[in-house]
């Protein structure tokens, strides 16, 4: 079945610093790939995404690309800010029948200034 | 415009109850589907609607119900409460079922003891 391997955290910077976490995927077929946040007390919210290999999803400094040779859809960002902590959650869809997201375990990300 | 709304923002129950939840998509939105979050963890597929039909079904008990109704609001019951039920509850909503992802709203947070 789908899975998402996400990388571990707790993960800590100091702000300025660039980020990277890692995801790969299992999946049949060609998925579509997504990276939700989900800051303290809120729900999920959309950060990006990419439907197809070799896109690029970017939003707020924040890209991944597609990688189907290596599975992946590491996330990063050249300079991040106290703004940024929250849990991060890559995923995907694989079946278009319906909209069932397969979501990684989520790394959580603290920046300190 | 309004994101998704759920109902209750908290709710505490026992053992052997049985509880209702209530999801309110983006006016427009068709398809709502429901995941539960565990604490520490990604959310984990239940159900999906989408026109009113059942699209997806994740791997939970019989104890888990849903149904949408004519103006694309949904509800989630679940009957006979465990303790392990206890999670935050997550509704999406998307304007169709096409795996382009989803909007959430903020949860209803479900304690069981």
């Known amino acids: 079945g789908d899975s998402v391997t996400q990388m571990e955290g707790p993960v800590t910077l100091s702000e300025e610093a660039f980020l990277t976490i890692n995801c790969t995927y299992t999946?049949?077929?060609?998925?579509?790939l997504f990276w939700y946040v989900q800051y303290p007390g809120e729900g999920l919210q959309l950060l990006l995404k990419a439907t197809k290999a070799d896109d690029k999803g970017s939003n707020k400094g924040f890209e991944a690309t597609y990688r189907k040779e290596t599975t992946s859809f590491h996330l990063e960002k050249g300079s991040v800010q106290v703004s940024d902590s929250a849990v991060y959650f890559c995923?995907?869809?694989?079946?278009?029948?319906?909209?069932?997201?397969?979501f990684g375990t989520g790394t959580r990300l603290t920046i300190i200034p | 415009d309004a994101g998704v709304t759920q109902s209750p923002t908290h709710l505490i129950k026992t053992r052997g109850q049985q509880v209702t939840l209530r999801c309110s998509p983006i006016s427009g939105h068709k398809s709502v589907s429901w995941y539960q979050q565990v604490l520490g963890q990604g959310p984990q597929f239940i159900f999906q609607?989408?026109?009113?039909?059942?699209?997806g079904r994740g791997n939970f008990p019989d104890r888990f119900s849903a149904r949408q109704f004519p103006n694309y609001s949904s509800e989630l019951n679940v009957n006979a409460l465990l303790l392990g039920d206890s999670a935050l509850y997550l509704c999406a909503s998307s304007l169709v079922s096409m795996g382009q992802g989803q909007f959430f709203g903020p949860g209803t947070r479900l304690t069981v003891l």
């Open positions: 999946a049949t077929g060609y998925p579509s």
């Open positions: 609607y989408y026109e009113k039909e059942e699209r």
């Open positions: 995923a995907l869809i694989s079946n278009f029948g319906n909209e069932k997201l397969t």
